[in-house]
């Protein structure tokens, strides 16, 4: 044979073990970009955009290690939610939903965890001195008070109950123990417009549910509805 064909023979056979490599490599990261897809949608509410709660729990408990007694654990519940689904439609209560994912998300910071829990249900855990924490839970409370603008025009008046716990008025830097405690914070200041500071008492309510029974004393602050 020619000696030119037999160079041009191994380099075409050479660039089709390259490309027959080459192949699989591709439908690789292909698949490997799809999972990462997956992955990250299973992590995300869609409505939201905050953590579902698998990946919200794992995230925050890794920021309660790392800054201890300066994090703080809130809880957020919205108000008459039901009432805003049934007498303006789901869609509307979805727009709600949203807007809150939104605000909590710029209110918490790039640095937090910040899950939707279920329902109209969040949580937050982040780097909250004290020095700062009652004027930044004042504002989160304004901030979830501004009625939601929706795409045709209408407004919709809103609010959210607010609690939050931290590890030194707690006792504890046990997630769900902080979560528990916040929650029952949240409910001695339902429907009031106001941001509640959970004591050590709060962690030893009984719950019923997940809804807390009893009532201890608490700290609160903030401004009315």
Known sequence: M???????????????????AAVPLAGWVVHATALHRRLAASRVDPLTGLL?????????????????????VVMVDADHFKAINDS???????????????????WAGP??????????????VL???ADRRVQRLEQLVRMLQTPVVLDDGRTVDV?????AATPAAVGSRDLSVLQRAAD?????????????????AHATVPSLNGRRLGRPGTAVWGRSA
């Open 111 to 124: 640095h937090a965890a910040a899950g939707r829990l279920g329902g109209d249900e969040f949580a937050l």
């Open 2 to 20: 020619d000696p030119v064909m037999q160079l041009r023979t191994r380099i075409g056979n050479r660039a089709l073990l390259l490309t027959t």
């Open 88 to 106: 303006l439609g789901h869609a509307v209560g979805d727009a709600v939903l949203a807007a809150f994912g939104a605000r909590l998300t710029a």
């Open 52 to 72: 579902r709660r698998d990946a919200y729990t794992h995230r925050a408990r890794r920021l309660l290690a790392r800054h201890g007694d300066t994090a703080t």
């Open 159 to 163: 609010a959210a109950s607010v609690g």
């Open 127 to 129: 780097e909250l001195p």
């Open 184 to 200: 029952a914070a949240l409910y001695d200041g339902k429907h009031t417009g106001r941001a509640v500071l959970a004591t050590a």
